[in-house]
């Protein structure tokens, strides 16, 4: 009980308590987006392509029991409604960030959780609250709390603070994407590649103020792959968008594949190679074979943030992989509250 109180009256004095409404966030945020019907068609195609080639390429990047499993179990109705010809899949991408859909993705909870238990509100305010402190503390830049703002594009929810929705996928992410702008900085059309970009919110900030000088290319799992593809095609209408299995686009602004794609692409091709908490939650055989293509296809920066202990749910170290590659520029303690991850950012030799 004690904690409990401390907590509730860290939470009450936080001075932007006053200025914050869970009630808001999680509200319904209707969205019209006249290209919804297109952007479906569109994900439908290249995820049935995707699944259709999927075999036929290389087995080490399958993965593993965690993220297996979190698609056959929780995401098995993804699955049904993407493979059937009705309407399903798109009524329910409306609204997937209020699903099981993205366990996995998204911080401090699900929306029945959030919603539903009374006593977890005031968990969810703390974590959202704490996370504005480090946010502002490591931006780096003026923070502005309504640069964290995203689009209302599968109806998210969280913590409304003044008018700015904060959900369990922004303000880590926000802090990431300007961490590579600072990066990149003398780049005049930089080329970002991610793995394991999960909804996409990351390229979303990294995107948004970009003026169609960066290009992003995303990775993931196909199940996963399709709500980055919704989201980002969704958010930001006015950008080209290159899925798999669609006719070369080389002047999209953005191109999201299925993981087994990184084989294809040329070497020297990223700038900027992202990986964040995926690659520790893989077999030692996976990253063996991620990490020979991301030295290939790097050409300057690698950006790693992973687990550097193994645990239950993480199968791997990451830096016990070759690096032979790259040179250590920087290593950093996670600033989340996550112990186990470290930050690392390489530079290509």
Request: aromatic letters at 12%; glycine letters at 6%.
């Amino acid at each position: 009980m004690a904690t409990e109180i401390s907590l509730k009256e860290w939470v009450d004095n936080h001075p932007l308590a006053p200025h914050c409404s869970l009630g808001s966030g999680l509200a319904d945020m209707p969205f019209d987006n006249p290209a919804h019907d297109e952007i479906v068609s569109r994900i439908k195609k290249a995820y049935r392509k995707a699944k259709k080639d999927q075999p036929l390429t290389n087995p080490d990047y399958l993965p593993n029991v965690l993220w297996a499993e979190g698609i056959d179990v929780h995401r098995k109705d993804l699955v049904e409604a993407l493979n059937r010809e009705d309407e399903s899949f798109g009524e329910k991408i409306k609204n997937f960030w209020r699903t099981q859909w993205i366990r996995g993705l998204s911080k401090y909870g699900l929306f029945n959780a959030v919603s539903c238990d009374m006593s977890y509100h005031l968990y969810y305010k703390s974590r959202i609250l704490r996370d504005i402190s480090v946010w502002v503390e490591y931006l780096n830049r003026p923070a502005n709390i309504r640069s964290l703002a995203i689009p209302p594009a599968g109806n998210p929810f969280g913590l409304k603070v003044y008018d700015t929705l904060i959900t369990g996928c922004s303000l880590h992410n926000s802090y990431y994407a300007n961490k590579f702008k600072d990066i990149l900085v003398g780049h005049s059309h930089p080329r970002v590649f991610e793995l394991g970009g999960g909804i996409g919110v990351m390229a979303y900030y990294l995107l948004n103020e970009s003026n169609d000088c960066l290009r992003y290319f995303g990775f993931d799992l196909p199940e996963i792959q399709v709500l980055a593809q919704y989201f980002l095609m969704s958010a930001m209408p006015d950008f080209s968008f290159q899925l798999y299995g669609e006719d070369e686009n080389y002047g999209a602004n953005v191109t999201l594949l299925p993981y087994y794609c990184l084989d294809e692409m040329t070497d020297g091709e990223a700038d900027l190679f992202v990986n964040i908490h995926s690659l520790s939650e893989m077999t030692e055989k996976a990253v063996s074979a991620y990490m020979k293509q991301i030295t290939r296809i790097t050409d300057m920066y690698f950006f790693s943030e992973n687990a550097h202990v193994a645990q239950e749910y993480n199968e791997s170290v990451v830096e016990k992989a070759d690096m032979s590659g790259f040179t250590r520029l920087q290593k950093s303690p996670n600033i989340w509250g996550e112990n186990v991850y470290r930050e690392h950012l390489y530079k290509r030799i």
